[in-house]
């Protein structure tokens, strides 16, 4: 049962507040771990929300699992756990085009606002860090992010400060000139890969014992499947670090390492 990490250490079960994530290899051992859990609640007075509880295959297909007669577990082929939307795919694109979207929807709500000459340009910074960046980049530093979404992320952006700086996209004012407008240093990308950067390198500090790094450094022990390989969020992080010349072990300085991530990247 569960996902073997390294030397006999294995992986069953993730806990957050009153939620938990029971995690195996096959079918099997789901029914097996279910039922136990079911019952070790039972015996501690506790019930299971059997509406709230779902189970996925990751790149695979399944049915509803029968844990006992009073409880069906469904399947589902995407889930929200702790804001953040999980796929059978075991790619996040749905999640950040599902943050795009929130994304939209925030710029909608304070439209007036940043169309409004009586706002400040600092203002509308203000309402950039604590309200948009803050609803898009939620979770942002798990994301496996291709050419495309950069491509939706930087027009999300650019959206933004676009009204921010009362130009209409008719009027073809180049993005370099609304940035320099608007005092924009760095785009919503260089945001995302300094986040990515700080959480790796404050995983990599931990100790070889500790979980998340056991996690992080897992690899599946069967083989992958046939085609071109996916970019992978180590691939991001590896071009990330070459393009700013960190080197593995840097992260020991935290400090310098932070301030290596706030480099910029090239504009698309």
């Known amino acids: 049962m569960g996902i073997e990490l390294k030397n006999d250490t294995y992986l069953y079960t993730l806990h957050f507040a009153d939620d938990q994530v029971a995690v195996t290899q096959d079918r099997e051992n789901l029914e097996f771990m279910a039922r136990k859990l079911f019952k070790e609640y039972a015996e501690w007075g506790l019930t299971v929300n059997c509406s709230k509880t779902k189970y996925m295959c990751i790149r695979g297909e399944g049915t509803d699992l029968e844990v006992d007669d009073s409880c069906i577990v469904q399947y589902c082929s995407d889930y929200t756990y702790l804001g953040t ?20 929807r925030v710029i909608e709500c304070v439209n007036s606002l940043l169309w409004s000459t009586n706002i400040s340009v600092e203002r509308k910074h203000l309402l950039y860090n604590a309200i948009f960046k803050s609803v898009v980049l939620y979770g942002c530093e798990t994301w496996q992010i291709n050419k495309t979404l950069e491509r939706k992320l930087l027009a999300l ?24 407008i608007m005092g924009v240093k760095k785009t919503i990308l260089d945001e995302i890969e300094q986040r990515q950067l700080i959480w790796y390198g404050h995983v990599d500090r931990m100790t070889d014992e500790r979980l998340p790094k056991q996690i992080l450094k897992w690899t599946p022990a069967k083989r992958r499947k046939k085609g071109r390989p996916k970019v992978t969020w180590i691939d991001g992080i590896n071009r990330v670090m070459s393009e700013r010349n960190l080197l593995p072990g840097d992260w020991e300085d935290r400090r310098q390492w932070r301030l290596m991530g706030t480099r910029r990247r090239k504009t698309l």
């Open 85 to 104: 939307k999980i796929t059978q795919s075991g790619r996040t694109e749905e999640e950040i085009l599902e943050r795009i979207i929130k994304g939209e």
């Open 157 to 180: 952006e650019m959206d933004f400060w676009r009204r921010s700086a009362g130009k209409s996209i008719i009027e073809r004012i180049t993005n370099e000139r609304i940035r320099e």
